[in-house]
T-cell receptor
Framework: SQQGEEDPQALSIQEGENATMNCSYK?????LQWYRQNSGRGLVHLIL?????REKHSGRLRVTLDTSKKSSSLLITASRAADTASYFC????????????FGAGTRLFVKA | GAVVSQHPSRVICKSGTSVKIECRSL??????MFWYRQFPKQSLMLMAT?????????EQGVEKDKFLINHASLTLSTLTVTSAHPEDSSFYIC?????????????FGPGTRLTVL
C-alpha cells in the first residue's frame, strides 16, 4: 500500500480537550509533515519534523517523531470547534527525487 | 506562504470527453509539481511528479496515456484526463515546491472536483 497508517480514523472530543493523532509508516524517511484539510478543500501545511528531530512545537501543536518505531504523533491542545477537520501525516523520502506519501488521515470533530 | 491556484475548481463533463486542469504557482517558481487524487473520505494518492521541462514520473498503476501531465513552465503544470469515465470522478489536487529538496514545504492548490457523467 502506498499509504501509511493513522489512528484513530475518527476522533470526537469536546472543545477544550486535547486531541492526539498517531501515524505509522513503513520506510526510512527524510522528514514527516502534518497537514490539515477542511472538507472539500485543499491542504494546509501545519508542521514539518526532520528525521533527526524528536519533538517540535508550533502554537497549540506538538509533534513527536520516533524513527525507531516509525511513528509520529500530533497533539492539539485546548482544541476549538474550528479545529474540526481531517489531519494527514505525510512522509517524505529522497530517492533521487523526493516523494511524499500521505497517511490515511484522522477525521477530528470538536464539539462546541 | 506561497500560493498555488487550480483551475477550474469544479468541472462536470460527459463520459468520453477530455478535461484539462491547470495548476499555477502564483508567487514563486515551482521546479517540481505533484498531482494527487482523493476519493471521498480517503487520503491523497500521489499520481505523478512533474519537473519543469521534463517528462512526468508516474506512480505505479497510473495510466500515463490517460492522465497527461505537462509542466511547460516554472509556474504552470496541467493535468489532462483523456476520455474521461465516471470512475475518474474524483478530487484532484496539485502541489508545488520551489526546489527538489525533501525539506522544502509543498504548497497545495485548493483542488478540482471532477464529475464525469
Amino acid at each position: 500500500s502506498q499509504q501509511g497508517e493513522e489512528d484513530p480514523q475518527a476522533l470526537s472530543i469536546q472543545e477544550g480537550e486535547n486531541a492526539t493523532m498517531n501515524c505509522s509508516y513503513k520506510t526510512s524517511i527524510n522528514n514527516l509533515q502534518w497537514y490539515r484539510q477542511n472538507s472539500g478543500r485543499g491542504l494546509v501545511h501545519l508542521i514539518l519534523i526532520r528525521s533527526n528531530e524528536r519533538e517540535k512545537h508550533s502554537g497549540r501543536l506538538r509533534v513527536t517523531l520516533d524513527t525507531s518505531k516509525k511513528s509520529s504523533s500530533l497533539l492539539i491542545t485546548a482544541s476549538r470547534a474550528a479545529d474540526t477537520a481531517s489531519y494527514f501525516c505525510a512522509t517524505v523520502r529522497y530517492t533521487g527525487g523526493f516523494k511524499t506519501i500521505f497517511g490515511a488521515g484522522t477525521r477530528l470533530f470538536v464539539k462546541a | 506562504g506561497a500560493v498555488v491556484s487550480q483551475h477550474p475548481s469544479r468541472v462536470i463533463c460527459k463520459s468520453g470527453t477530455s478535461v484539462k486542469i491547470e495548476c499555477r504557482s502564483l508567487d514563486f517558481q515551482a521546479t517540481t509539481m505533484f498531482w494527487y487524487r482523493q476519493f471521498p473520505k480517503q487520503s491523497l494518492m500521489l499520481m505523478a511528479t512533474s519537473n519543469e521541462g521534463s517528462k512526468a514520473t508516474y506512480e505505479q498503476g497510473v495510466e500515463k496515456d490517460k492522465f497527461l501531465i505537462n509542466h511547460a513552465s516554472l509556474t504552470l503544470s496541467t493535468l489532462t484526463v483523456t476520455s474521461a469515465h465516471p470512475e475518474d470522478s474524483s478530487f484532484y489536487i496539485c502541489s508545488a515546491t520551489s526546489w527538489p529538496s525533501p525539506y522544502n514545504e509543498q504548497f497545495f492548490g485548493p483542488g478540482t472536483r471532477l464529475t464525469v457523467l
